[in-house]
């Protein structure tokens, strides 16, 4: 009976496991052939595609902490100078990852609200980007030691290990991007910016093109593959691009870059309208070519010396041809204080300008928007 039993469970051990089925099943079939991430969730594709169509009708305006803070406050419910200036949300928000070891942002941002403020832009129709001044992961300095790192985390480096923590935490971050329902927010990831610049420890000085490139695909494979995140389209932005073997220099490919972004900080005189129409024409027509999406990452002149600026440098550029004006959108930096700003708010002598810009049939505010998930 003993033997018999024993015979039993080495029999029923065998049947179980030659049932197992040889092959892992893969969690997801693939979703699409034409983002970075194949198994992209629906809501993904579905804001990609809509950014695409948009681009054709209009430039969404964006602007960077806009529900944090502004001129003279500070986490107020609801409250944005952007909306109290023309009475409309941005169409884009731009937060940043930088200290994410920490409770707040390197601008003082607490992350848990950042991320509430995600999820209320989302419930709006509103969209979100995220860019990233991590600090240097060797001195740990920040983002703007220069001193070399790159080859130190990538995989063979000393600092490998302790950057995957940094990207770990990355992850968690975006993971916690979900609505009441569920549904994780789709966001666009920019990462690594002005990379052809040198301030940065990712940038043209402190690392080569391979570096760079590896560097941008560990990230993408690491957030994609290994901690399954899906609802992410992949922005590049280097800064004031002037011809496209320029922006091709540091480039880690089309199979890892959904979005061309550019950012621009050249419109401080009327001169310079052409010169910045010009750079938008070469990046629409880069992410054209590749059937990918052209976006002003991040534009703006500190403290807004110019009342007619919207208008008359920032319009004036986007729409100087048929081809620039196919950007998707325009974002401006943070409005941190009345000595560095990028936005109007109410009483600045370019809030009657803003106003101009805002009623333009070409801008495109959050209330404005189409259903951008579906
Ligand atoms: C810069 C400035 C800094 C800020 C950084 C990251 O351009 O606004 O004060 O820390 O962006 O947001």
Redesign the pocket.
Known sequence: MRFFKIFLIIFLCFVCKSKEPTKPVKKFSETNDFLVDRFATAETIALFENLKQLSNRGVMFGH?DDLAYGVGWQAENGRSDIKSVCGDYPAVTGW?L?DIQKQSN??GVDFEKMKQWIRETHARGGITALSM?LDNPVTLNNAWDNTPAVAAILPDGNRYKSYLKILDQIAGFLADLVTDDGICIPVVFRPYHEHNHSWSWWGSSACTVDEYNALWKMTVEYLRDTHELHHLLYAISPQEVNSESQYLARYPGDDFVDIFGMDDYRLWNRSQVNVVGKSLEIIVTLAEKRDKIAALTEVGVENVPFSDWWSNYLLAAIEYSNISRKIAWALV??N?SET?FFAPYPGHPSAADFIEFYKDPFTIFQSQLPDMYH
Do not use: N, P
């Open positions: 960077q940043d930088g390197l601008d001044h930096w943070r941190a560095h």
